[in-house]
């Protein structure tokens, strides 16, 4: 708040950024064409190229240039930089895993992550109560085993060191 005791424009500036994110995400995600591609051998589901991710974001943005803050220019280094977010926020990844960095490249193809993935139907829910019917009340996880596991091996680390440091204390 300024003196007057009004909401600073920072503020909305940090909505608006946060409303447009959200709707280009949502853009992405929903109207990115996806395909079956090859790469040596193995064939891949569900994919997409990065240079056809930059295109495509770029094209959309070019499109719905209402979203960006007035005279603001729109270049493929840009969206390389926007994609590159995308990576690091998990929303998608190297289907072969290897890589960090996002590349404006035909030969490295992306796919989005399944940490969001929709709730579960109900024919999934009564599948998983048939299979143990002491646990039904139980509705199976919805976070990826890995995110599960590291959580668990943060969990069991910071225990030990806590019992490591009481026990020091006690001595």
């Not at 940090?14 to 395909?35: C, D, E, Y």
């Not at 991710?53 to 803050?69: C, G, H, I, M, Q």
């Not at 890589?99 to 399944?114: R, T």
Request: hydrophobic share 35%.
């Amino acid at each position: 708040m300024d003196h007057n005791g009004n909401f600073s424009s920072n503020r909305s500036e940090h909505f608006r950024a946060t409303k447009i994110w959200n709707t280009i995400v949502s853009a992405v995600k929903q109207n990115m064409p996806l395909g079956r591609h090859r790469r040596g051998l193995k064939l891949f589901e569900n994919c997409f190229p990065g240079s056809e991710a930059v295109s495509w974001t770029l094209d959309f943005l070019k499109n719905n240039r209402n979203l960006l803050p007035n005279g603001q220019e729109v270049t493929r280094q840009k969206v390389v930089l926007l994609m590159q977010k995308f990576v690091e926020q998990k929303i998608i990844h190297d289907v072969r895993g290897r890589s960090e960095d996002f590349k404006d490249s035909s030969s490295h193809l992306y796919a989005f992550c399944n940490e969001n993935i929709p709730p579960v139907n109900n024919t999934t829910k009564a599948a998983f109560k048939s299979r143990s019917s002491s646990l039904g009340h139980i509705t199976p996880p919805m976070k990826c085993a890995t995110s599960i596991v590291k959580s668990a091996l943060v969990g069991l680390s910071y225990q030990k060191v806590r019992r490591e440091s009481s026990s020091l204390v006690a001595t």
